[in-house]
T-cell receptor
Framework: EAGVTQSPTHLIKTRGQQATLRCSPISGHTSVYWYQQALGLGLQFLLW???????NRGNFPPRFSGRQFPNYSSELNVNALELEDSALYLC?????????????FGEGSWLTVV | AQSVSQHNHHVILSEAASLELGCNYSYGGTVNLFWYVQYPGQHLQLLLK??????LVKGIKGFEAEFIKSKFSFNLRKPSVQWSDTAEYFC??????????FGPGTRLSVLP
């Protein structure tokens, strides 16, 4: 069974551009989570989608947005990129809303803003 | 809102030493607790989890953790570490209707 898959693996953008990251959850999982892992800052929660709806949002500016598609895959968009957006973006999925379920991570997408 | 703290930023041990990594959370309701590990160059993997029942849970690779409700703690232990345990360890908490919240992580370096 395939795990959580993310694309692209690496992405280089210039400041002010937009980045789009994609995530396919484990088959049967309906919840998708996005985290930012910047150097030395641990895992910062970005967004949680469940059944196509945004359930929760972390303390990030509105230029971080996303959506979940009917097939439960998800997209994270970062507009007006800033240098400090350079980080590893992790996607995770679980069977349903977070209660009582384990989340499984993908390998992440490295975003470098120059 | 939930929050998770981890006691140590970086722990350095020699092989065969015992390990205990501290984790405390703040949330008054029913929680599920997790430890995840990130080996160098690899993605985050589940080490162990607690949902209910026996507060002492055993995970992979000889790790265990004890949930102490009165102390809001979920400390990770291993009696004898190996060089291959070098990794970053993250404690996490989830509860109904809330997203997963991770601690800042503890980097473990095991010296051969």
């Amino acid at each position: 069974e395939a795990g959580v898959t993310q694309s692209p693996t690496h992405l280089i953008k210039t400041r002010g551009q937009q980045a789009t990251l994609r995530c396919s959850p484990i088959s049967g999982h309906t919840s998708v989570y996005w985290y930012q892992q910047a150097l030395g800052l641990g895992l910062q929660f970005l967004l949680w989608y469940d059944e196509g709806e945004e359930r929760n949002r972390g303390n990030f500016p509105p230029r971080f947005s996303g959506r979940q598609f009917p097939n439960y895959s998800s997209e994270l968009n970062v507009n007006a990129l800033e240098l400090e957006d350079s980080a590893l973006y992790l996607c995770a999925s679980s069977l349903q809303g977070s209660a009582g379920n384990t989340i499984y991570f993908g390998e992440g997408s490295w975003l470098t803003v120059v | 809102a939930q929050s998770v703290s981890q006691h140590n930023h970086h722990v350095i041990l020699s092989e065969a030493a015992s390990l205990e990594l501290g984790c405390n959370y703040s949330y008054g309701g029913t929680v599920n607790l997790f430890w995840y590990v990130q080996y160098p160059g690899q993605h985050l993997q589940l080490l162990l989890k607690y949902f209910s029942g026996d507060p002492l849970v055993k995970g992979i690779k000889g790790f265990e953790a004890e949930f102490i409700k009165s102390k809001f703690s979920f400390n990770l232990r291993k009696p004898s570490v190996q060089w291959s345990d070098t990794a970053e360890y993250f404690c996490a908490v989830s509860s109904r209707g809330q997203n997963f919240v991770f601690g800042p992580g503890t980097r473990l370096s095991v010296l051969p």
